[in-house]
Nanobody, 124 residues
Framework: QVQLVESGGGLVQAGDSLRLSCVVS????????VGWFRQAPGKEREFVATIDRRGDNTYYADFVKGRFTISRDNAKSTVYLQMNSLKFDDTAVYYC????WGTGSRWPRQYDNWGQGTQVTVSS
């Protein structure tokens, strides 16, 4: 059983930066593609970014391109989401999710394992 724990969320002002971390335990991180998703109050969960098992390929939602960067350190069993130039609309709970043997997907149903989420609040 794999466990995922997100951290790094908080309250920031528009234009600020945050780095989220997702620590994976229980299984070898390099077996998993990992995605970041977010859910704002009253809205559907939406895709943010994904990275394949080796970190060679990444894919982003259009609304974060050029502002967010996903990366991974398999030796540290951690996946990161660097978020720059944060906007009010980025306010949401951010979740990481792992897909064993996957290549990275924007679809939540591809992921079998989810963290509990970390709150990001951006004040305007």
């Amino acid at each position: 059983q794999v466990q995922l724990v997100e951290s790094g969320g908080g309250l920031v002002q528009a234009g600020d930066s945050l780095r989220l971390s997702c620590v994976v335990s229980g299984r070898t991180l390099s077996d998993y593609a990992v995605g970041w998703f977010r859910q704002a109050p009253g809205k559907e969960r939406e895709f943010v970014a994904t990275i394949d098992r080796r970190g060679d390929n990444t894919y982003y939602a259009d609304f974060v391109k050029g502002r967010f960067t996903i990366s991974r350190d398999n030796a540290k069993s951690t996946v990161y989401l660097q978020m720059n130039s944060l906007k009010f609309d980025d306010t949401a709970v951010y979740y990481c999710a792992a897909d064993r043997w996957g290549t990275g997907s924007r679809w939540p149903r591809q992921y079998d394992n989810w963290g509990q989420g970390t709150q990001v609040t951006v004040s305007s």
